[in-house]
């Protein structure tokens, strides 16, 4: 049996990772965000910064890991245009989360705001696609080998 190369080996990592991601940007889409509605505006601003000091211990490593792997496997791998409209998602995430996403949680952190959840769970589903792509294609270039 031949040994996997590194390019196979980092592709695996970033696909893991990536699936990490959409699993949980899932759950926060379909559970979390909407559970947001339902929190007592008196306990609002103290829930919503243990969402985000909580959150980060998940997403930040995962995040920059992802990051990194996309990085170096768009610039030392020759997996073609699939990989780059993959990496161009990873970056629309990005994006998508410091344009978007950290805005709206740092107004929801000085007072409940409805308006603001709505705009949040609205916003959140490029993400929430962008990932599932990323996981699709990731996996697909795996299986294509």
Known sequence: MLSP???T???????IICLLLTGLIWTVQLVHYPSFQFIEK?????????????????????????V???????FNSKLGLIYQISFTAMVLIWLSTF???VPLHN???KAYDSKAISNLINSNWPRTILWTTRSLILGSLLVKG
Do not use: A, C, G
Not at 9 to 15: A, K, R
């Open 107 to 109: 107004r929801l952190s």
């Open 68 to 74: 990194l792997l996309s990085f170096y496997n768009l």
């Open 5 to 7: 190369n590194i390019y």
């Open 9 to 15: 080996i980092q592709l695996v990592l970033e696909w």
């Open 99 to 101: 344009t978007l996403s």
């Open 42 to 66: 008196d306990s609002f601003v103290e829930f919503e910064k243990f969402h985000q000091r909580k959150i980060s211990i998940l997403v930040i490593p995962l995040m920059i890991l992802e």
